[in-house]
């Protein structure tokens, strides 16, 4: 199965390409809360995946939904999130 996931982040991250939140990441390791509707979810896999290819240090934060996730997202609780596009497309700046 393959899901398309988007990258979406507060406003308060100051990065608009993901060069630059790679380097904001390492710059703050473990500032960055990822949230994902649940463990082992693909949304958690592939942040953790994004960490690993980055060398990132960023903290998983797991939520009941992908609503909730929102939520705290556009709260900035958390900060990144790997969303599904169909679900995250309205949240997301064009």
């Given amino acids: 199965m393959s899901q398309p996931l988007i990258v979406l982040v507060n406003p308060s991250v100051p990065a608009k390409t993901i060069p630059e939140l ?43 939904s992908s609503p909730a996730v929102l ?4 709260d900035g609780r958390a900060q990144l999130y790997f969303g599904a596009i169909a679900s995250s497309i309205e949240y997301s700046e064009r």
Avoid: Q, R
Wanted: hydrophobic residues 40%.
């Fill in 71 to 74: 939520a705290d997202l556009l």
């Fill in 22 to 64: 790679v380097a904001y990441a390492k710059a703050n390791p473990g500032k960055i809360n990822v949230g994902s509707p649940g463990n082992g979810t693909p949304n958690h896999v592939a942040g953790e995946l994004f960490k690993i290819m980055s060398g990132v240090d960023m903290a998983h934060v797991p939520y009941s």
